[in-house]
Structures are given as C-alpha cells and as structure tokens.
C-alpha cells in the first residue's frame, strides 16, 4: 500500500484531535506516516501509534518556533523526499494552508484547500470540496506531483487503530530563507474554558439579532450548557460585541462541526461561506424569511431571547 504523508498538529507533544481525524482519513487512502515538528514531538509518538501512524518522521528543531512557515515547509519537502506518498495531507488552518502552498510549489505539484473529504481514486487522491452553501460538492485531483491537501477539522470521526509507530529522527537541513522572518513575541489569548472554534463539535453563534454585546452571555451559556464553542457573525464582532477571533465567514473563520447552532444571524453568503459546511444547522430567527432557513436543517422562528435561554434550561434540566 502507498504511503501517505500526515502534517501533525500538536501542542508541546499533546496531538490535537483533527490530526487524528486526518489519520483515519489516511488510511482510508493507503498506510499513514506521521511528521510532527517542533518542541515536544517526539511526545506524540505513543497517540499517533496508536491511530494507524506506521511511521512518525520526527523534528525538534528550535527553528520551528523562532521563524515562520518557511522552517517547516523545508522539512516538510524533505519528509516528502524520503518518504515519496501519494498525498500529503494537513489540517486546513491559515498556518498549514500557506504552508501546504509553498510546498505544492517546491514538489511542483498542487494543492487543494478546504476539503471535507479525501478519497481513492484510480488516477490518485481526490478532494471533496463543499461549496455555495453545500449547494454544490467538488470532487477535484492534483494531476501532476504528489498532491497536497488541506482538509477542514471535523470532517471524518477519530478511530484507534494499532499500527507500529517506528519513529525516525528527521534531520532537518534549512535552506537560506528558513530563517528570514524572525518571531519577535508571542502571547497566549486567555483561556475561557471552551473548545477552541475551528476544531469543536458544536458551535453557537450569536449575530446582530442580539442587540448588544452583553446579550451574548446568553450564547455563551447555551455554549456552556452544550460543551460548544462560540461564534458571531461579522456584524456582531464590527460593533464590539465578541472578539474577532470569534468571527465565523468569510473574513473570519472556517468551521465545520457537528451542529452550528445561528441565532439572530441572518445568514449572509460571507456568513454561510464559513460554516456551511456544518453537519447538523440549527437557526433561531424572528424573521421566518431569513436567508439562513434556506440553509438550515432546523429552523426556530422566534425571539432569541425568549428561545434561547428556554433552550439552555431545558439542556441543563436534561443533563441534571
Ligand atoms: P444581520 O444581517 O443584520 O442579521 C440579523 C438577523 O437577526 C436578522 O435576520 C434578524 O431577523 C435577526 N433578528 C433580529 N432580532 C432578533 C431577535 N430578537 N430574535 C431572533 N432574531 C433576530 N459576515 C460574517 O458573518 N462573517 C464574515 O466573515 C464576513 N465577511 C465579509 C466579507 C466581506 C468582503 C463583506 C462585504 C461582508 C462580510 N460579512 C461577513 C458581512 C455579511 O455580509 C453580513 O453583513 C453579516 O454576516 C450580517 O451579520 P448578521 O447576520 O449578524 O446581521
């Protein structure tokens, strides 16, 4: 069986777990070997063993953190290099898709971002995109190269698997430009407790229909009572009510979990175009002709204020 090449996320060796949703995703393609990057991946070894990881190439250079993408990218090329897979694939985040573009372009070769889904084909790999508001799914090769796919968290289950995990030491030789662009500062955003929001099964969004950016308290406790993450629409984040790096669309980001839960978000295209995706769409809105319904799979017409804190109640009230 051919290989197939797994970029790791990790975080100081504990494995994030779209990687491993990229291994099972692997498998289904050929044998998966493992490269993991960067301070504490030989720690990711025993995880990534024990989800079908045949081999895991492994680097802990000091580069990966001091520089940006471009220490990476030169290991990635050389993990290529030695071990020659049909596909490399890697989760879709801003990081991985540049990333996954300068390395398409060194294996001169191409790459497809975004994918819900990797399957076999007879000519290679083939990505599944959604589109439009999944009014459309594209099924798209990489005809020349090996193929570099970015595919979105949340698009295939975790599933154990026992493969022999050989690790082998990657020793990484960076090229001129590796060290070009220096890292200056880095801080941590504090902790609220949730599910990071591109990786969560659940997310619940607030938009403009709240009225004021204290009103998100009720998303955020819905949020707690589901163990989900919290999104806004870019009209909610413009006027001061969450936090950018909250903001689901276009201009924000991309998420794709089990259930998207919209209230008060009207459901514009930059809206849709970052969470249509979304296996299971819930919306709550006053207006019975608001775009979102289109989308949704189950629509709520009513005020967010009284529906929504009726909703966390009776979750609550159920999970007692
Ligand atoms: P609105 O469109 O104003 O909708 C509010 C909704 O709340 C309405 O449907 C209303 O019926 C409902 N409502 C009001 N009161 C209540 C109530 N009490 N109970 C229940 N429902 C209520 N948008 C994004 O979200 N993400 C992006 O990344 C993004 N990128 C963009 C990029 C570009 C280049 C451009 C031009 C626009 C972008 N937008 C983005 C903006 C987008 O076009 C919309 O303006 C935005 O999504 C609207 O946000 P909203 O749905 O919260 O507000």
Same mark, same amino acid.
């Given at each position: 069986?051919?290989?197939?090449?797994?970029?790791?996320?990790?975080?100081?060796?504990?494995?994030?777990?779209?990687?491993?949703?990229?291994?099972?995703?692997?498998?289904?393609?050929?044998?998966?070997?493992?490269?993991?990057?960067?301070?504490?991946?030989?720690?990711?070894?025993?995880?990534?063993?024990?989800?079908?990881?045949?081999?895991?190439?492994?680097?802990?250079?000091?580069?990966?953190?001091?520089?940006?993408?471009?220490?990476?990218?030169?290991?990635?090329?050389?993990?290529?290099?030695?071990?020659?897979?049909?596909?490399?694939?890697?989760?879709?985040?801003?990081?991985?898709?540049?990333?996954?573009?300068?390395?398409?372009?060194?294996?001169?070769?191409?790459?497809?971002?975004?994918?819900?889904?990797?399957?076999?084909?007879?000519?290679?790999?083939?990505?599944?995109?959604?589109?439009?508001?999944?009014?459309?799914?594209?099924?798209?090769?990489?005809?020349?190269? /090996?193929?570099?796919?970015?595919?979105?968290?949340?698009?295939?289950?975790?599933?154990?698997?026992?493969?022999?995990?050989?690790?082998?030491?990657?020793?990484?030789?960076?090229?001129?430009?590796?060290?070009?662009?220096?890292?200056?500062?880095?801080?941590?955003?504090?902790?609220?407790?949730?599910?990071?929001?591109?990786?969560?099964?659940?997310?619940?969004?607030?938009?403009?229909?709240?009225?004021?950016?204290?009103?998100?308290?009720? /998303?955020?406790?819905?949020?707690?009572?589901?163990?989900?993450?919290?999104?806004?629409?870019?009209?909610?984040?413009?006027?001061?009510?969450?936090?950018?790096?909250?903001?689901?669309?276009?201009?924000?980001?991309?998420?794709?979990?089990?259930?998207?839960?919209?209230?008060?978000?009207?459901?514009?295209?930059?809206?849709?175009?970052?969470?249509?995706?979304?296996?299971?769409?819930?919306?709550?809105?006053?207006?019975?002709?608001?775009?979102?319904?289109?989308?949704?799979?189950?629509?709520?017409?009513?005020?967010?204020?009284?529906?929504?804190?009726?909703?966390?109640?009776? /979750?609550?009230?159920?999970?007692?």
């Amino acid at each position: 069986m051919a290989d197939v090449l797994v970029v790791v996320d990790h975080v100081e060796g504990s494995v994030r777990k779209p990687t491993l949703e990229l291994l099972t995703v692997a498998r289904r393609l050929g044998t998966p070997v493992a490269v993991a990057l960067g301070a504490g991946a030989a720690q990711t070894v025993e995880v990534l063993a024990g989800h079908g990881a045949s081999r895991i190439l492994v680097s802990e250079a000091g580069e990966y953190a001091d520089f940006l993408v471009v220490p990476k990218v030169d290991a990635l090329h050389q993990a290529v290099k030695r071990v020659d897979p049909v596909a490399v694939l890697t989760v879709s985040s801003g990081e991985n898709k540049e990333i996954a573009a300068r390395l398409a372009l060194r294996l001169e070769s191409g790459v497809i971002t975004d994918a819900v889904d990797v399957e076999a084909g007879d000519e290679g790999p083939v990505a599944v995109q959604s589109a439009f508001a999944a009014s459309y799914t594209t099924r798209s090769r990489v005809n020349r190269g /090996i193929p570099v796919i970015t595919v979105k968290p949340n698009s295939a289950p975790v599933e154990p698997a026992a493969a022999a995990g050989a690790v082998e030491e990657l020793a990484v030789e960076f090229s001129p430009a590796a060290r070009g662009t220096r890292v200056v500062s880095r801080s941590a955003r504090e902790s609220t407790g949730r599910p990071e929001l591109t990786e969560a099964a659940i997310v619940v969004s607030g938009g403009r229909g709240l009225g004021s950016g204290e009103n998100f308290a009720l /998303i955020e406790a819905l949020a707690d009572a589901l163990g989900a993450a919290v999104g806004a629409s870019r009209a909610a984040v413009d006027a001061g009510w969450y936090p950018h790096a909250h903001q689901v669309g276009q201009t924000g980001k991309s998420v794709s979990p089990q259930l998207y839960i919209a209230s008060g978000i009207s459901g514009a295209i930059q809206h849709r175009a970052g969470m249509q995706t979304s296996k299971t769409i819930v919306a709550i809105n006053k207006d019975a002709e608001a775009p979102i319904f289109d989308l949704a799979d189950y629509g709520i017409v009513g005020d967010l204020h009284t529906v929504v804190p009726q909703l966390t109640e009776e /979750i609550n009230k159920r999970k007692a």
